[in-house]
């Protein structure tokens, strides 16, 4: 079955320093989406990146890039140059493979800490 | 504005009761989900719906029914609420092609005592 595993409970990280945020998945298919989600303290869900199971370079968008390891099955999300508006939780997720294109499978999160 | 509407935002509920969540979206996407947040467990699906008039389980579908008479709706009911419902529930939806996240609502904060 697909899973998705965040290690990290929680991280902090000093403002204008860059932070990795650690996700690895488990699926046994070729085909598939990573995402990452981002949840600040009002409760909402803002979508962050993308990388496709068969997309060779990393993605990026701005300040995120997604360190995208296939043969670790590993999913990382850099934010560079961190700011305090960047604290909040961040969830990995994953859509097909396995669990097929229906769903969305999400690990538990990490609640990121920026300080100044 | 374009995006996954969610009704009520908050609500507290007696054991035993019964309610219904509704989710409504306006960007003609063919699939809706419903997700609880509970701390520590991420978000998790409860059913999903690939088209008008279909349903499906997800992980947690126990205690919970959902229907999805009109492409843009889609409701999540609770027969008899349990204080373990107790949580922050997440409608979301989007395109079937797997290029595309999900579009999430603002979430219903649900208290059962």
């Known amino acids: 079955a697909q899973k998705i595993t965040q290690t990290q409970p929680g991280m902090f990280v000093q403002e204008k320093e860059a932070v990795t945020l650690d996700c690895t998945y488990d699926?046994?298919?070729?085909?598939?989406?990573l995402f990452w989600y981002k949840q600040p303290s009002s409760g909402e869900m803002i979508f962050l990146i993308y990388?496709?199971?068969?997309?060779?370079q990393n993605a990026t968008e701005g300040r995120y890039s997604l360190n995208f390891q296939k043969a670790r099955k590993s999913a990382n999300l850099v934010i560079s140059a961190s700011q305090l508006g960047d604290s909040a939780m961040y969830f990995c997720?994953?859509?097909?493979?396995?669990?097929?294109?229906?769903?969305?499978?999400f690990g538990a999160g990490t609640r990121l800490a920026v300080h100044p | 504005n374009a995006g996954v509407t969610q009704t009520p935002k908050f609500r507290v509920l007696k054991t035993g009761q019964s309610m219904t969540l509704l989710c409504a979206q306006d960007?003609?996407?063919?699939?809706m989900y419903w997700y609880r947040q509970d701390p520590g467990m991420g978000l998790r699906l409860i059913h999903y719906?690939?088209?008008?008039?279909?349903?499906a389980k997800g992980e947690v579908p126990d205690g919970y029914n959902v229907s999805r008479l009109k492409k843009q709706n889609f409701l999540l009911g609770l027969e008899s609420a349990a204080p373990s419902q107790t949580s922050v529930y997440f409608c979301?939806?989007?395109?079937?092609?797997?290029?595309?996240?999900?579009?999430f609502g603002s979430g219903t904060r649900l208290t059962v005592v």
């Open positions: 979301a939806s989007s395109y079937s092609e797997e290029v595309y996240g999900y579009t």
């Open positions: 699926t046994s298919d070729q085909s598939y989406g």
């Open positions: 990388q496709g199971s068969y997309d060779e």
């Open positions: 997720a994953m859509r097909g493979g396995s669990g097929g294109y229906n769903k969305l499978i």
């Open positions: 960007m003609n996407h063919e699939y």
């Open positions: 719906s690939v088209g008008e008039g279909t349903t």
